[in-house]
């Protein structure tokens, strides 16, 4: 059974940092590329980030709203992925859901930036 | 950026009506279309991808078309199951985009 945990939300004050950790299992991770979609307290689906597998290069892709503070990492001996987020802002509260080719989804992780 | 203008933003549909959501790409974007459901207090299901193909497990009743910049969700009789909010996105190219959604109710 595929299984997408995320972990690390939380409050956080606006211009400090987050790690968030997608832990995954029962799929072929090493093979896999992971995303990192989040949703804003409006409902609004935003697709934040991408990385590939190692025979891609580990290629990365970002959103606009959060290149150069967010960086998307991997570490396929821990079938896991991370989402580092530096330099937070209000408009960064949301939830974060890691996913594997759209098909599969963690529950969500909460992250709210507000003083 | 490519963007998705969905609409509409919300509909209310009786037992059995037919319903069509659609989505327009700023540019083309090849079928690179998925479509997503969303039900109250859970995570995105993956509905329809490459446009128009069924993903496993996901009942008939819903289709996708589409070409180019148009693409459209059908719902064939509608069920209470389906109340739900409802997004498309493009993986055309990066970043990938996602339609502002539609808020399905039984009406």
């Known amino acids: 059974e595929v299984q997408l945990v995320e972990t690390g939300g939380g409050l956080v004050q606006p211009g400090k940092s987050l790690k968030l950790t997608c832990a995954t299992s029962?799929?072929?991770?090493?093979?896999?590329?992971m995303d990192w979609v989040r949703q804003s307290p409006e409902k609004q689906l935003e697709w934040v980030a991408q990385?590939?597998?190692?025979?891609?290069?580990?290629?990365?892709y970002y959103a606009e709203s959060v290149k150069g503070r967010f960086t998307i990492s991997r570490d396929d001996s821990k079938s896991s992925v991370y989402l580092q987020m530096n330099s937070l802002k209000e408009e960064d509260t949301a939830i974060y859901y890691c996913?594997?080719?759209?098909?599969?989804w963690g529950q969500g992780v909460m992250v709210t930036v507000s003083s | 950026d490519i963007q998705m203008t969905q609409s509409p933003a919300s509909l209310s549909a009786s037992l059995g009506e037919t319903v069509s959501i659609e989505c327009l790409a700023s540019?083309?974007?090849?079928?690179?279309l998925a479509w997503y459901q969303q039900k109250s207090g859970k995570s995105p299901q993956l509905l329809i991808y490459?446009?128009?193909r069924l993903q496993d497990g996901v009942p008939s009743r819903f289709s996708g078309s589409g070409s180019g910049t148009r693409y459209s969700l059908k719902i064939s009789g509608m069920q209470p199951e389906d109340e739900a909010d409802y997004f498309c996105?493009?993986?055309?190219?990066?970043?990938?985009?996602f339609g502002g959604g539609t808020k399905l109710e039984l009406k």
């Open positions: 996913t594997w080719i759209g098909d599969y």
């Open positions: 029962g799929f072929t991770f090493s093979n896999a590329w």
């Open positions: 990385i590939k597998d190692k025979s891609n290069n580990y290629a990365t």
């Open positions: 540019e083309g974007i090849s079928n690179d």
């Open positions: 490459a446009a128009s």
């Open positions: 996105q493009q993986s055309y190219k990066y970043p990938w985009t």
